[in-house]
């Protein structure tokens, strides 16, 4: 896979919603499986979501359970991921990353971008 480049974060209240964009370059990106990743300041980061190349099956962190929904267009190379109810717990960095696995483990995505910032402010 290509490059994969996010779009879509900013800061909103508590309560919004936002959509995130992931568009990735090259012809094979129905072949990868795509998840979401976020890094709050002085934390780890952490898994979000992840979807299969088919997009039939999916994978949420609990923390974000019923309130995020990944989902992919193959025709336009892009995954997203649309974020309601949000927390300013769910303030962070947020990256979309690529893999020949269907994964929640970091280490399994070989292809990342470079992250845009979703800030929720209570």
């Known amino acids: 896979q290509g490059q994969l480049v996010e779009s879509g974060g900013g800061l909103v209240q508590a309560g919004a919603s936002l959509r995130l964009s992931c568009a990735a370059s090259?012809?094979?990106?129905?072949?990868?499986?795509m998840a979401w990743f976020r890094q709050a300041a002085g934390k780890e980061r952490e898994f979000v979501a992840a979807?299969?190349?088919?997009?039939?099956?999916?994978a949420y962190a609990d923390s974000v359970k019923g309130r995020f929904t990944i989902s992919r267009d193959n025709a336009k190379n892009t995954v997203y991921l649309q974020m309601n109810s949000l927390k300013p717990e769910d303030t962070a960095v947020y990256s979309c990353?690529?893999?020949?696995?269907?994964?929640?483990?970091?280490?399994?995505?070989?292809?990342w971008g470079q992250g845009t910032q979703v800030t929720v402010s209570s």
């Open positions: 979807i299969t190349g088919s997009g039939i099956i999916t």
């Open positions: 990353a690529a893999s020949r696995y269907y994964s929640r483990l970091q280490q399994d995505y070989a292809t």
């Open positions: 090259g012809r094979t990106f129905a072949n990868y499986s």
